[in-house]
């Protein structure tokens, strides 16, 4: 088991930032690959970044250039620092992880509670 508990969240005007954290305990060797997904109210889950094996990263289109995602392997942690922040953007957002490669699709074993974005124009 996984426990996954996202932070960082809150809300911003348009072209800010935040960062997101994400911590994990428990049995992390099943967190191999990670991931950040949003969810805005009445959207299907949406994968925003991922990261792999070897840092490897891959990037929705539409946060591409603007999201970075990173981990701390040594503290069990996960990143998502979002710039140039859009209306757009306004979510709940989900870590997930898994032993097994998902990339940006929702099919992660482990997630966490969310925390909430909201980007004012």
């Known amino acids: 088991q996984v426990q996954l508990v996202e932070s960082g969240g809150g809300s911003v005007q348009s072209g800010g930032s935040l960062r997101l954290s994400c911590a994990a305990s428990?049995?992390?060797?099943?967190?191999?690959?990670m991931a950040w997904f949003r969810q805005a109210p009445g959207k299907e889950r949406e994968g925003v970044a991922f990261?792999?094996?070897?840092?490897?990263?891959t990037y929705a289109n539409s946060v591409k250039g603007r999201f970075t995602i990173s981990r701390d392997n040594a503290k069990n942690q996960l990143y998502l620092q979002m710039n140039s922040l859009k209306p757009e953007d306004t979510a709940m957002y989900y870590c997930?992880?898994?032993?097994?490669?998902?990339?940006?699709?929702?099919?992660?074993?482990?997630w966490g509670q969310g925390t909430q974005v909201t980007v004012s124009s």
């Open positions: 997930a992880a898994d032993r097994l490669n998902w990339g940006l699709l929702p099919r992660y074993t482990y």
């Open positions: 428990g049995n992390t060797y099943s967190a191999s690959y």
């Open positions: 990261i792999g094996t070897f840092e490897y990263t």
